[in-house]
């Protein structure tokens, strides 16, 4: 009995890296996919392992039973307990705030299908003919749609994010260069080279630009886009230092060019400016606002617990003040390769553990001398 309980234990440690399902509207398993490591995410192999015990332990006397049934509980809820903690360990502790003021009303240009599907229009997206595909950050963020950057766009924008934008023109740069030293804030995404996958042909105007546009408003904030590293252009999973997690494709760094009002965080990842009166953060990728990187359950886009990065908590602080650390706190997850393989040794320690006290207790020394004493 004590394999077999040491066989659930395992087989319920396991179960959680599987993908991602949510009956009962409850997140269980998907810690490969979500890097999540709460421990409900184990409810339901737990509650199966229990009722393949009831099952198999029929038989049992009274007595057995209900000691393998304590042991098996003791034994998940310890492995659980282990792998979080382990696999957790040497994420960066980042304590929130306190609630920041609302971003208000939030402007968004792009070229990237956001507000619906790669190739259809603002008619078809409308009336349901060609498809939706919204993003979930829109229908966090509910961005006023941005065609075309001057002083009337602009009016009554509290925050604008850029997001892989097209050729803007000389006027646009200009326009929107004033609005930001006049107060402005702006969340920018520029990506070298654009990994976002799309069906459309090259050439096609509605293809969004495969390296950014921007240069010449980076260039006049003393800022400069460096080439993607070679090798660089895969998907990497990236934990920030406050612990929060994001999904890059092709992601590249800023470098200074001289006397600059910004600042270069993570790596370069990101550039912190202070434009006159305004603030800006840039990010130098596009492709991290690709829901397909990091959503592990389309039918969920609105649950945390299936992202696998929190770049809508991000994008929603960061357009309430650029310059800000994130409002609220990221979730348990596991750090790196070798945090997870450590969190599963642990896990089927604990595991192992209990199966041998299990054990010890029906049949060690201790055990038979006290069943000696009550005959």
């Known amino acids: 009995m004590a394999a077999g309980v040491f066989l659930l234990i395992a087989a319920v440690l396991f179960a959680g890296m599987l993908p991602l399902v949510m009956p009962l509207g409850l ?20 509650s199966i392992a229990v009722a393949l015990y009831g099952l198999a332990s029929w038989r049992m006397g009274a007595r057995a039973r209900r000691w393998w049934l304590g042991v098996l509980v003791g034994g998940m809820v310890s492995a659980v307990l282990l792998f979080g903690w382990r696999g957790a360990r040497d994420q960066p502790e980042f304590g929130a705030r306190g609630a920041l003021s609302g971003a208000g009303t939030v402007g968004l240009i792009s070229a990237l299908p956001l507000f619906w599907a790669e190739g259809a229009g603002p008619g078809g997206a409308m009336t349901g003919t060609e498809g939706g595909g919204r993003s979930p950050l829109v229908d966090l963020l509910k961005p006023r749609a941005v065609d075309h950057i001057d002083a009337a766009s602009l009016r009554g924008l509290d925050s604008l994010v850029l997001a892989q934008p097209r050729l803007l023109q000389p006027a646009e740069l200009v326009a929107f260069d004033a609005w930001v030293r006049g107060g402005g804030r702006a969340v920018i995404f520029a990506d070298p080279l654009l990994a976002w996958p799309s069906e459309l042909p090259l050439g096609d105007p509605r293809r ?129 390769d070798a945090a997870l393989i450590a969190a599963l040794r642990w896990g089927l320690l604990a595991g192992l553990g209990w199966a041998g006290l299990g054990w010890f207790g029906l049949h060690g020394p201790f055990a038979r001398k006290s069943a000696k004493n009550t005959t």
């Open 208 to 336: 969004p630009p495969l390296t950014s546009l921007l240069d010449p408003l980076m260039l006049h904030w003393g800022l400069a886009l460096a080439p993607v590293r070679e090798g660089g252009g895969g998907v990497e999973r990236r934990m920030l230092g406050t612990g929060h997690v994001v999904m890059l494709a092709g992601a590249s760094r800023f470098l200074p060019l001289g006397k600059t009002a910004c600042a270069l965080e993570e790596d370069g990842l990101m550039a912190l400016c202070r434009i006159g009166k305004g603030r800006v953060r840039l990010i130098a990728d596009a492709d991290v606002l690709d829901d397909r990187l990091w959503l592990a359950d389309p039918d969920h886009p609105g649950r945390r617990e299936a992202h696998a990065s929190d770049i809508i908590s991000l994008l929603a602080g960061w357009a309430a003040d650029p310059l800000a650390p994130p409002r609220d706190t990221a979730p348990r997850r596991v750090t790196n």
């Open 27 to 46: 997140a269980a398993g998907g810690v490969l996919e979500t890097g999540q490591i709460a421990p409900t995410r184990w409810w339901l192999a737990g």
